[in-house]
């Protein structure tokens, strides 16, 4: 099968698109639950170094030289095997006539390299080629992270450069391997232009190919480095593509991954992970267990019946391959159990803070290379915490961040009382009247579409099913002239009218006579201070029009979002660190998180500067 991508089958897939499990999630669990909850469910995330630049420019440059052909493209050629990409990001495989490799004229083959001194002197031309593009591409990016902390030029160039040739030398390797060893039967099929596989590597070619190569050699005749080249080659996501369209799915949804690299010449599938570091610290624990899963989901998605053949971790600082132990048949049987039960748990219910304990696993030491260290972990079971991004907010850090826990504020002429975060409600109960009927109807998950007024005397309301769920328990006995209880609506005010949203989380009741929530004492607007944890969205012109941040207070955490008119002018100064009043904001929620909406009549101001409170 050797299949790379796969997606979850409609009719099995029983996860939420955007609350799956993957690999950085569980080693993220594994090193401490805690962390995770603040990570996944808090959304508070650390800042992105510069560091990113260096991952990205080496994994996108090595994937682009692979993709060339030492018998389609001479060392100085631009970057001429590019696939066309759709507007969803996908590679076009639906239009043959698109791909570029057929109709490029093979170089004479006096040109194609003869051994492997020659293959890596034209494939570090290719890196020359490459390289400047992929890394002004990188920084770039990393630049229009609202999220990024220091700067552009704190990224080391030449040492990702090394990383590059490392890894490119790490794949001739494989190319060789491939030489030496590939079975007379898989050549011959590959000469014919049989053997490509259901999902192909990335080379220019459409998905459907069956002309022979022009590199192929006639049937008996010794396999030559460029053929090695082209039947070695890896798959690996299409640098073209766009981010994220590429990943593979556990058959039922709920787990997600990408590979970096597939190898599949010698017939089975061996997975390879890139990482641009040079393999020391705790962090090359965690990638020895994302290998592991990653063997476990490739199983999953082939039915169960096709293991991997090796495991591999690519440190591209010292050139090293580290291989990974494959979990065994009895493992990977645990993995599913254990994982479907922990989904559950973290996933598919939304769990709390007591749910997710603080109990680090030690803190684990590694030389370069991924190499165990003497001793692998440190004796204090709370070394972890003490460099934790979290340490200030988690009760098991030693670290005071004067976090704002203010009652009261003088701005514009008038005091503006304080709530905490945590005192923040987003969901609330009215009683009314009902006006105004449509529906109940039933929708695709069972749940209950319906909207109507809610009359409380001269206060009134705008009952509806919310854009992100509906509720499921609805009182069969609703009509106009009923008397209900809303039970855990979210509430909002559109053109002064009281919205009161229903999700999966909200119902429907006959009021009792005890049942008295009166709608003049709902409140929408609140007023709430706190330090900027994270920029999460500022626009940029080319469809992002939104500015959020995530606030905490040394009571909790919320998210703040304004959009387009209301996004205001202070937003363009404001980083992350910086304390800032929200007054007059719009009490809201969103995937279960307290959120803080700037709307018209909404101010926004500064109290402290990152530079007047102690760092995160």
Request: hydrophobic content about 35%.
């Amino acid at each position: 099968m050797n299949v790379p991508v796969s997606v979850a089958d409609p009719d099995t897939n029983i996860a939420d698109p955007y609350r799956r499990l993957s690999a950085s999630q569980m080693v993220t669990w594994q090193a401490c639950p805690r962390l995770w909850y603040y990570n996944n469910i808090l959304k508070l995330r650390g800042p992105l170094p510069p560091q990113i630049i260096r991952g990205n420019a080496a994994e996108s440059c090595i994937s682009r030289v692979m993709r060339d052909s030492p018998s389609l493209v001479s060392k100085e050629s631009d970057d001429i095997l590019k696939s066309p990409i759709l507007d969803d990001g996908n590679p076009a495989y639906d239009f043959d006539e698109l791909w570029p490799s057929p109709s490029i004229q093979p170089l004479d083959e006096s040109e194609w390299p003869k051994d492997r001194a020659s293959l890596e002197e034209w494939a570090m031309a290719r890196v020359d080629a490459h390289f400047g593009r992929c890394w002004d591409d990188a920084v770039k990016e990393w630049e229009s992270l609202t999220n990024r902390v220091g700067e552009s030029s704190h990224a080391d160039m030449s040492e990702c450069r090394m990383m590059v040739e490392n890894g490119i030398r790490m794949h001739i390797d494989q190319v060789e391997m491939c030489l030496n060893n590939i079975s007379n039967e898989l050549l011959e099929s590959w000469r014919q232009g049989g053997n490509r596989p259901e999902w192909p590597s990335p080379d220019g070619f459409p998905l459907l190919w069956t002309e022979p190569h022009p590199c192929a050699m006639p049937a008996g005749d010794e396999v030559t480095w460029t053929e090695s080249w082209e039947i070695s080659r890896p798959w690996f996501v299409d640098p073209d593509a766009d981010s994220f369209t590429q990943t593979t799915s556990h058959p039922e949804g709920w787990f997600q991954g990408e590979y970096d690299l597939v190898y599949r010449w010698t017939g089975k599938p061996s997975v390879i992970d890139i990482k641009a570091s040079q393999g020391k610290g705790d962090r090359s624990g965690g990638y020895i267990e994302q290998l592991r899963l990653y063997a476990w989901l490739w199983w999953e998605t082939h039915g169960r019946i096709e293991e991997l053949e090796s495991l591999g971790i690519w440190y591209l600082g010292p050139g090293i391959v580290k291989e990974v132990v494959k979990p065994t048949p009895g493992e990977l049987e645990k993995y599913s159990h254990e994982l479907k039960g922990l989904y559950s748990k973290i996933h598919a219910s939304r769990p709390s803070l007591t749910d997710c304990p603080t109990t680090p696993s030690p803190l684990r030491y590694f030389e370069s290379g991924g190499v165990p260290a003497d001793p692998p972990t440190d004796s204090d079971h709370m070394a972890r915490c003490k460099t934790c991004d979290l340490r200030g907010i988690c009760e098991n850090g030693n670290y005071e961040l004067d976090l704002p826990s203010h009652t009261r504020i003088e701005r514009f002429g008038h005091s503006w009382p304080i709530t905490m975060i945590a005192d923040i409600n987003t969901r609330v109960d009215a009683t009314g009247t009902v006006s105004d009927l449509r529906g109940p109807s039933l929708d695709e998950k069972g749940g209950v579409e319906l909207s109507f007024r809610l009359q409380d005397g001269y206060d009134r309301a705008k009952v509806r099913t919310s854009r992100y769920g509906s509720p499921s328990n609805v009182t069969r006995s609703i009509s106009n002239g009923s008397n209900v209880r809303i039970r855990d609506a979210i509430p909002s005010v559109w053109r002064g009218e009281v919205v009161l949203d229903m999700d999966s989380e909200s119902s429907v009741d006959l009021a009792g006579e005890a049942d008295v929530h009166p709608i003049v004492e709902i409140e929408t607007r609140i007023n709430v201070i706190g330090r900027i944890w994270s920029v999460n969205a500022f626009p940029d012109g080319q469809g992002v029009s939104r500015w959020s941040v995530t606030l905490v207070d040394s009571s909790g955490t919320a998210g703040v979002i304004a959009f387009k008119q209301f996004i205001p002018v202070l937003a363009a100064g404001l980083s992350r660190g910086d304390e800032i009043a929200i007054l007059n904001g719009e009490v809201g929620e969103f995937n279960g998180l307290k959120q803080v909406k700037i709307g018209p009549n909404t101010r926004v101001v500064s109290v402290r500067t990152s530079e007047d409170v102690p760092e995160f």
